[in-house]
């Protein structure tokens, strides 16, 4: 019971993600926890903490619901395929110290016929899919749902597990920014690689100390921003889109007393004791000074501090575009630790014209 106090404790969002942030960054620059299998044993412990839980009524009931049990085997693909993808690219920067080739270079000049040996593996994977796809046919129940009701609405109400990071996201920001803003600034972010990034080295093996940080930012942005939001949203997100333990019982009846405030309030009615002045740009120039300082202070700022190098190797407009991807990109965990420390909605609210930030 202690126990299972403590992983459900551990597993509140103000805590899970920023120690989700740090193990994430302290596991991706420790050599031995990928060359040593300690990432392989840990997927083995994770594999003994899923077989445990199970015990737990409250645990399995949400784990092996149909929609559920997809996302269970993202969890374990998406460790195992992270560990033999850092545990290859070490091995690399390894051979590449000793001044050998790559291992995907030497695994090339091996040339074999295409029949029969491609063609059998090919047919072994399609036999080996097959029965899986049937046998999680026959033993798992199709989650079919009755026809929709606007009477009676599911609680909660969930949008399947590829669209729960986007779900997750539209709790912190409008509309108009987590479904259209930050979805465009996505792909367009992806569209820019090539142009940001012109390091040659890494093209076709692995490799993590040639490209530490183009790695270590598609990573953080993959697993912690995106996977690990979809997680929250399949497990941890109960009726009435509470957050829950993972042996927590999901109470239809839990209520949180939830009061978000805007930047604005805080400053004028909580800090000054006044109220909120009439005028618009007014009451909210607090929240655009913060965000100028934010997206216009900052690149500068960092371009002569931390970010040095990387301005000198860049030039200035690739910089900022990188610079600009970075801080939108950390705008996110930013916004969502300030709603779940001290209930903060908007930076900048203006419901009088649908423009909230």
């Known amino acids: 019971m202690f126990l299972k106090e403590v992983i459900n404790f551990i597993c509140d969002p103000r805590l899970l993600l ?18 040593h299998r300690v990432g392989l044993i840990a997927l083995i412990g994770l594999v003994a903490f899923f077989g445990f839980s199970m015990r737990d009524p409250n645990f399995r009931v949400i784990v092996l619901k149909p929609d559920n049990v997809p996302i269970v085997s993202l969890i374990f693909l998406m460790g195992f395929f992270v560990w033999f993808s850092m545990k290859q690219a070490y091995e690399n920067d390894d051979r590449i110290a000793r001044g050998e080739d790559v291992v995907e270079k030497e695994e090339f000049q091996q040339k074999m016929f295409t029949w029969p040996h491609l063609v059998y593996i090919e047919l072994v994977a399609l036999v080996l899919c097959t029965v899986l796809l ?64 012109r390091n040659p080295r890494g093209s076709g093996y692995f490799t993590f100390k040639q490209r530490p940080f183009a790695i270590t930012v598609f990573l953080f942005g993959f697993l912690i921003l995106w996977v690990q939001m979809v997680v929250l949203g399949t497990f941890l997100r109960g009726p009435n889109w509470n957050f829950f333990g993972p042996y927590e019982y999901w109470d239809i009846h839990k209520l949180l007393p939830l009061s978000n405030v805007n930047l604005s309030e805080y400053i004028y009615v909580k800090w000054l004791g006044t109220g909120l002045p009439n005028n618009i740009l007014l009451r909210e120039m607090w929240g655009f000074l913060l965000i100028i300082l934010y997206f216009a202070v900052l690149p500068p700022l960092l371009s002569r501090t931390w970010l040095k190098k990387f301005y000198e190797q860049l030039g200035f407009v690739r910089y900022n575009v990188l610079v600009f991807l970075l801080l939108l990109m950390a705008s996110l965990p930013i916004k969502m630790m300030l709603r779940w420390t001290i209930n903060l909605k908007n930076i900048v609210a203006i419901p009088e014209y649908f423009f909230n930030i």
């Open 18 to 35: 920023p120690l989700s942030a740090v193990l994430f960054f302290l596991a991706l620059r420790t050599r031995w926890i990928w060359t």
């Open 134 to 197: 049937v046998g999680w046919s026959v033993l798992i129940k199709a989650p079919l749902e009755e026809p929709a009701n606007p009477a009676k609405t599911p609680n909660p109400s969930k949008a399947p597990w590829y669209f729960l990071g986007l779900q997750e996201m539209l709790v912190y920001f409008d509309p108009w920014i987590a479904g259209v803003v930050l979805p465009g600034i996505i792909i367009v972010g992806l569209m820019a690689i090539p142009f940001i990034d």
